[in-house]
């Protein structure tokens, strides 16, 4: 819906172009050099790019779609980069282009808004120089435009009490300078350290600890009624203990995990109000100098998991309630169309729901080369599987992604088990830095079978040998609730099948096997999971087959009869 703002143009696009020379005296005062950039700060210099084309399109001003378009450029930034040095400026442009976007549609609702990311600005960042600013616009606000001499009065208050602050620490400093403390011969400080009392150095092993040890930065979850998994991003590895408390007359069940040494990141907010039925709220606080406790109230617990997971640092928690392990009833079979029965009710079967995941996705485009990339053909091949399945078997099949967008492995586990899922597939595409090398092979979750597998599963997590190696004790400890004998044998059959279908129209196609590898995407499945390459980008004549859409519809046929004869064969073995 088009909204024309009727407002004097040339008044305020004046006012406009002084907003961006001021942007520009703040940029420059803390400059970014192009050869250290962060993520966060070339996402940063897009988005004032972006604010310098539409101040200069009178046309653009016109129409509140485009303001919107342009504050939402600057609001992403915060919400991605919350540590970054640009998060306050990003905050602060928020709020003066909401200020100046009153001035054309005359609307209090902006006023409002700018004074909520203002505020936003002054409270997690009190040490930037844009919090003393936004202060200032936010008093000028309640002066001039809403007459509300009491609410400015209190910002004055805070403005100089924030002031005060700033100005502390710089005196401090310039002293310092003025009058650094004598140096000390080695010899005198070999023996002041010797005379160091025992308290003290423990006292100093635990600012130390604080000091190098990891910040929580970020917490992500996935949550369902009976399943939920909850994710903290850290900035490095860390210990961790988890503890359970039983629930009682007053209290639901808790579980809570000691993470040391750790901080917390200050911009994160203590409480965290979930209330999906399984997981009610997260909380966390700094229990100690040098260790972060995370506590989850939730409404049952039958079993938990906890594991850490590296490259990036996060620790992962599962959580499984009450009703996880009941499977639900049987839908009712498929109604009979011209005489046809389909598989599933001849064989009697309760396979549900099946979850596909095509492997990588958004600033992840896996292996490629100029013409390819793995992304791409997974996806494609993904979504001719789900077809053929629906057809096959008569469920209902689930792609943990349907378009180009990234999802970090571990939210891909998630899905499958919060939609409690009876198998799950992931879809790959193989390089190898031997262009000879070339074929089929499909994992299921255990130890690295060789060196080989190790490689494959350093492609697939993206994480170092290093990484995998400790991926190796991490599984010492997860494997025994793994359905790993299903994950076999569904691994078997989609192999075997996938090299005899391929065989029929293609030569040479080669059978790596399956085999055993450590990936993270498989990690925490409740389900029997397998993750299949289906040929060599590196290959020149894989290659050639990849861009060929009958050669992707094949492979795709080929997994689908291979979890047919699974399914067929897990029905007969269980009479």
């Not at 809403?146 to 620490?169: D, F, I, Q, T, Y």
């Not at 910040?215 to 992500?220: N, V």
């Not at 396979?351 to 095509?358: F, M």
């Not at 993206?462 to 004998?485: C, P, R, V, Y």
Request: aromatic share 8%.
């Amino acid at each position: 819906m088009k909204f024309r703002l009727s407002v004097n143009i040339s008044t305020n696009f004046r006012r406009l172009f002084w907003l961006f020379l001021l942007g520009l005296v703040l940029n420059l005062a803390v400059p970014l050099p192009a050869s250290s950039l962060t993520e966060a700060e070339r996402a940063y210099q897009q988005a004032e790019k972006e604010l310098q084309r539409f101040a200069a399109s009178r046309q653009k001003l016109r129409y509140r779609r485009h303001w919107l378009k342009v504050i939402a450029r600057f609001k992403n930034i915060y919400r991605r980069y919350p540590e970054s040095r640009v998060a306050p400026r990003a905050l602060y442009r928020v709020g003066r282009l909401y200020e100046e976007l009153y001035g054309y549609s005359g609307r209090k609702a902006d006023l409002y808004a700018a004074l909520k990311y203002y505020e936003l600005l002054w409270e997690k960042y009190p040490k930037s120089s844009h919090a003393r600013l936004a202060l200032k616009r936010a008093i000028v606000i309640y002066e001039r435009k809403l007459r509300s001499p009491v609410k400015a009065l209190a910002l004055k208050k805070k403005l100089k009490r924030l002031a005060g602050m700033r100005e502390r620490s710089p005196t401090v400093a310039r002293q310092a300078k003025k009058n650094p403390p004598p140096k000390r011969s080695t010899q005198a400080v070999s023996v002041a350290e010797k005379k160091t009392s025992s308290g003290e150095k423990k006292s100093a092993s635990k600012l130390l600890a604080v000091k190098i040890g990891g910040t929580i930065k970020q917490i992500r979850y996935w949550s369902s009624k009976d399943y939920s998994r909850v994710v903290l991003d850290l900035s490095r590895k860390v210990s961790y203990s988890p503890h359970v408390l039983k629930a009682s007359k007053e209290k639901p069940p808790r579980l809570y995990v000691d993470i040391k040494p750790a901080r917390i990141s200050p911009y994160l907010k203590p409480v965290i109000p979930i209330k999906d039925g399984l997981l009610k709220q997260i909380r966390f606080g700094q229990y100690r100098k040098d260790t972060v406790r995370v506590v989850l109230d939730l409404a049952s617990l039958t079993d938990y998991r906890v594991f850490f997971l590296d490259e990036p640092a996060r620790l992962v928690i599962d959580l499984i309630g009450k009703g996880f392990s009941e499977k639900p009833a049987c839908p009712a079979p498929p109604k009979i169309i011209n005489g046809e029965i389909s598989l599933a009710q001849q064989l009697g079967l309760c396979i549900r729901r099946v979850v596909i995941d095509p492997g990588h996705g958004g600033r992840d485009p896996g292996c490629r080369n100029r013409r390819l990339k793995e992304k791409h053909i997974v996806l494609r091949v993904s979504k001719l599987l789900a077809q053929k399945l629906r057809a096959k078997l008569g469920c209902e099949v689930v792609l943990t992604r349907t378009k180009d967008v990234f999802i970090p492995l571990e939210q891909r586990t998630a899905i499958a088990n919060m939609k409690r899922a009876d198998l799950f597939v992931s879809i790959h595409v193989n390089s190898s830095p031997r262009r000879r090398a070339y074929g089929i092979e499909t994992y299921y979750l255990n130890f690295a079978s060789d060196e080989e597998a190790m490689r494959v599963a350093a492609l697939e997590n993206a994480a170092s040998t290093h990484s995998l190696s400790e991926l190796q004790d991490l599984l010492k400890g997860i494997l025994l609730n793994t359905k790993l004998e299903e994950s076999h044998r569904l691994a078997e059959a989609v192999q075997r099948n996938l090299v005899k279908t391929l065989r029929r129209r293609y030569r040479p196609v080669k059978d790596r096997g399956v085999r055993t590898a450590p990936f993270v995407v498989l990690i925490g499945t409740r389900m029997p999971a397998v993750l299949v390459e289906i040929g060599f980008l590196s290959n020149p004549m894989e290659e050639k087959r990849l861009r060929d859409p009958k050669y992707l519809d094949l492979v795709a046929e080929g997994i689908a009869r291979g979890i047919t004869a699974y399914v067929k064969k897990m029905k007969l073995s269980a009479r």
